[in-house]
RNA sequence: GCGGUCGUAGCUCAAUUGGAUAGAGCAACAGGCUACGAACUUGUAGGUUGGGGGUUCGAGUCCCUCCGACCGCGCCA
């Protein structure tokens, strides 16, 4: 416990001077029992990094926070490690203020170009997370909404992995139920029309134009076949056609889109192989199961759901909740915790869903979160949007539109739980204003620098790359964006723990508008050996956590736009 | 009717889960390039956080109650 001499004259890491200050303050208020944690000052004139420690302690010190904070700090500063790290400390209205050394700053820079893309990845936390998001009816394109699933889930995917996460993500095919008959009568009176226009569409059909070209793809291979046959007869192989076709443009479309799936989970497949039959006779042996009207009931009131949901129906079918129950079950049997990403008409599944973990003896083991709506403009009209209508505005379209990356920043930046508007016409015009520029402008401006170094400052550069005389970077440009790099770590793990990934881009704003304001302030190349190097390494790094924090969101880092 | 989610600047959204003077972008106005990319930057203006009440050192955040928007409420999927 009892520091060496070279230890207490060197720099602590935050961690550290937390234990430092907690230390401090037990010894001060020995049963407050105080968790000291720093976090970026709020705003700059207050120092580098503040807690708010002295509230927690005040009921029993019985003191105010400000005379907390002050004795706090007074004592901490007899830590010799607190005094080398620490360049000023300021109480203030009950916050503890520290401005830290340059050399701390520093140190962070080095670390960057030490570890390089590794930089803020946390420790294997050993939890495998099963993370499902994108889930689509095999009936139609992927539409707007499924763009932000899709998005949120992904970043959210690699945010966790990056913080130390085992993370599975799949999709499921919901390809088991009716939908599918009404899919196959639909191709099969579309493919009719093909040959006949006045051919009738079934009334529970799915209208939208996107069925004509499954359909020339059905007489494409089996040419007149299916004239002479029945509807009801001709549904299910064509049902399964439509299906193959439509799921596999579903997958380029999430592959276009950056999205990679571990897995994509047919439901009829688990039906297939028993899952359904396993997953009930597990809960028949948790006793969770009861019989009523001749149908197999769950008991999820038990754990707060408004009813009890029927599992298997009187003529001995499955329902659609059959499907969780069994898919879950396999889910938390390869899983520590299983998180599904949800559409806002799924909101309702919440109870059923935590009532089924509970079931299964795993309380709180499966997450839910709902993606909230989008309402779709163009300019001033209001597109309501139906697939029923089939007026659908694709993802696809999207895509042609603003692009993949636009498209998945933009998704990614609002709140998962916020519903929002989207402007398509604005997000087309304004193009070149949207956020997502900005960032990667500010990616492919350090690249140019970088590539002007090469020719004029090759031996800086080199040293550069090696972190050498980062000791130069003193200027308060430099040092704000030293601190908005050592927020990447921080930032990473708050996302993967508050599963909230536009934080993600939050950062990387806050990061380019900090490299924007340093390359305002401050000229990369001169004829100062120094300065130059410890610049050029502050650019390298500041790229390359620029790059994690755009690859982390699906989104390009261009070395030059 | 019951239940859930939400309501923040003119617009689109933040606010690290109860902490400091509620912050960004866009739009508006006024500045900054004979040196590395001006797709940048500096400043000004913009707010009773839907209304009201409560909890406590402290509330956009928690509890109650109204108002409003959206979504659920089937042995459909």
């Not at 109870?351 to 299964?360: E, F, G, I």
């Not at 300065?531 to 790094?541: H, N, P």
């Amino acid at each position: 416990m009892s520091p060496t001499t070279t230890e207490e004259s060197s720099l602590l890491s935050l961690d550290a001077l937390a234990a430092r200050f907690g230390a401090a303050a037990r010894s001060l208020w020995p049963e407050g029992e105080p968790v000291v944690q720093f976090e970026p000052a709020r705003r700059v004139e207050f120092g580098d990094v503040a807690t708010n420690v002295a509230f927690g302690l005040a009921r029993v010190a019985r003191m105010k926070p400000q005379d907390i904070a002050t004795a706090l700090v007074e004592r901490a500063l007899e830590d010799p490690g607190v005094r080398a790290t620490v360049a000023a400390a300021t109480p203030l209205a009950g916050f503890v203020n520290l401005t830290l050394q340059p050399a701390f700053w520093q140190r962070v820079v080095a670390t960057v170009l030490r570890e390089r893309e590794a930089y803020g990845r946390g420790a294997p936390t050993g939890e495998r997370i099963s993370l499902e998001f994108g889930s689509a009816n095999p009936t139609g394109p992927l539409v707007v909404v499924q763009g932000r699933t899709l998005s949120i889930g992904d970043t959210l995917a690699k945010a966790m992995r990056h913080a130390g996460y085992d993370v599975f993500v799949e999709w499921i095919i919901n390809d088991a139920g009716s939908q599918l008959d009404a899919l196959g009568r639909s191709v099969y009176a579309r493919y009719r029309q093909l040959f006949d226009p006045a051919y009738p569409f079934p009334e529970d059909g799915y209208p939208g134009e996107y069925l004509v070209p499954v359909a020339q793809a059905l007489r494409a291979r089996d040419g007149e076949h299916w004239l002479g046959v029945e509807p009801d007869d001709a549904a299910p192989e064509i049902a399964r056609f439509a299906r193959d076709l439509i799921v596999a443009e579903q997958q380029d479309v999430a592959r276009r889109f950056g999205v990679v799936y571990d897995l994509w989970q047919s439901e009829k497949a688990l039906h297939d192989a028993g899952a359904i039959e396993r997953g009930v006779e597990r809960l028949r042996e948790l006793g969770v199961l009861y019989e009523k009207d001749g149908a197999l009931w769950l008991r999820t009131t038990a754990s707060g759901d408004d009813e009890d949901r029927v599992v298997i129906r009187t003529d001995g079918r499955p329902t659609y909740f059959a499907n969780d129950v069994a898919y879950h079950y396999e889910k938390l049997q390869r899983a520590d915790h299983v998180i599904d990403i949800l559409g806002p008409d799924h909101h309702g599944y919440i109870a059923r869903l935590n009532a089924l973990a509970d079931a299964y003896g795993r309380t709180g083991a499966i997450e839910v979160l709902i993606a909230q709506q989008i309402t779709l403009k163009r300019g001033d009209e209001t597109l309501s949007m139906s697939k029923r209508a089939g007026n659908v505005v694709t993802l696809q379209d999207v895509i042609d539109e603003v692009g993949v990356d636009a498209a998945r920043f933009f998704f990614v930046m609002l709140s998962t739980d916020q519903p929002l508007t989207f402007d398509l016409a604005l997000a087309k015009k304004q193009s070149n204003d949207n956020p997502v520029f900005y960032v990667q402008y500010g990616h492919a401006r350090i690249a140019s620098v970088l590539r002007r170094a090469v020719a004029s400052h090759a031996d800086a550069l080199a040293a550069a790359e090696r972190g050498e005389r980062l000791d130069a970077l003193t200027e308060p440009a430099e040092l704000a964006l030293a601190r908005q790099l050592a927020e990447f770590g921080p930032t990473v793990a708050g996302v993967a723990r508050a599963r909230a990934p536009h934080r993600l881009t939050k950062y990387a704003r806050d990061l380019a508008t900090e490299f924007h304001q340093f390359y305002d302030a401050c000229r990369v190349l001169t004829d100062d050996d120094a300065s130059t190097t410890a610049r050029l390494g502050l650019c390298i790094a500041t790229k390359t956590v620029l790059a994690s924090a755009l690859a982390l969101c699906g989104v390009a880092a261009p070395e030059s736009m």
